[in-house]
């Protein structure tokens, strides 16, 4: 077994910590980024690209807001995922009309071209460097040819680091602008719009710098 493989057991204890780390976040999440302006602008030029009925996948959804409402309120048949029990029930009572998973979504079923999108704002940054490519090469899978993927990132030369998080100690990881697209174009997708904001989240010091790339699969 590698290490940090979906199986053993050092793995599982992460999984643990991280969802857990959000079940006691739950909806303060919500309050500490209150401001979603450059995440809405992402969501918008997906769904400009997306046929009327997309089937969506909402990977690492939290509480749901404001990506899934955003897509169900469009007309997408959207699906969350979510290992972290809190943040789900938090998106089902937030959007009735999704479809929810509890579970790591690097366990998904691997079910080629179920969806014609796929979204994953700032929850790929939860994971280490090698499973976020693992999760790419999982979300081309499930692409239909020429799908897209609509992605945010927190831009830090990091990986895997423990940070303290709205009271908790969570791992994050990052990258350069640059290395971000080039971790994409590896994985098989062409960036078609990216977009870098400065965001001063209400309950930390430090102000983040926020990705935001919306892609299409290639090959
Ligand atoms: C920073 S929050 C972002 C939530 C939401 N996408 C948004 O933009 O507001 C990250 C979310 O991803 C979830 N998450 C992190 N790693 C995950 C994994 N491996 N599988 C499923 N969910 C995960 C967390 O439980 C949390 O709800």
Redesign the pocket.
């Known amino acids: 077994m590698t290490e940090g493989s979906r199986s053993d057991s050092a793995w599982t204890e992460r999984?643990a910590a991280?969802?857990g780390?959000?079940d006691a976040i739950g909806a303060r999440?919500?309050e500490a980024?209150p401001h979603?302006e450059g995440?809405l602008a992402c969501i918008d030029r997906l769904l400009a690209a997306l046929p009327p009925g997309a089937r969506v996948l909402?990977?690492?959804?939290?509480?749901?807001?404001?990506?899934a409402r955003r897509l169900v309120d469009a007309g997408c048949a959207v699906t969350c995922?979510?290992?972290?029990p809190t943040?789900?029930e938090l998106a089902r009572a937030n959007v009735p009309g999704a479809t929810f998973i509890l579970?790591?979504?690097?366990?998904l079923p691997d079910h080629p071209g179920q969806y014609e999108a796929v979204?994953?704002?700032?929850?790929?940054?939860?994971?280490p460097r090698k499973?976020i490519d693992a999760?790419l090469r999982l979300f081309h899978r499930l692409l239909t040819p020429g799908g897209r993927l609509a992605l945010?990132m927190v831009e830090a030369d990091v990986d895997d680091m423990p940070i303290p998080f709205l009271g908790n100690w969570l791992r994050v990881t990052g990258y350069s602008r640059e290395a971000c697209r080039g971790v994409l174009e590896q994985a098989g997708f062409e960036v078609e719009w990216e977009d870098v904001l400065t965001y001063v989240p209400e309950q930390a010091a430090m102000p983040e710098v926020q990705l935001f790339a919306l892609c299409r699969r290639v090959g």
Do not use: H, N, W
Request: zero cysteines.
């Open positions: 999984q991280q969802a780390g959000f999440y919500d980024f979603k995440q909402d990977a690492g959804a939290g509480t749901g807001l404001p990506t995922v979510d290992f972290s943040m789900l579970g790591d979504l690097l366990e979204a994953a704002f700032f929850s790929l940054l939860m994971l499973q999760a945010a």
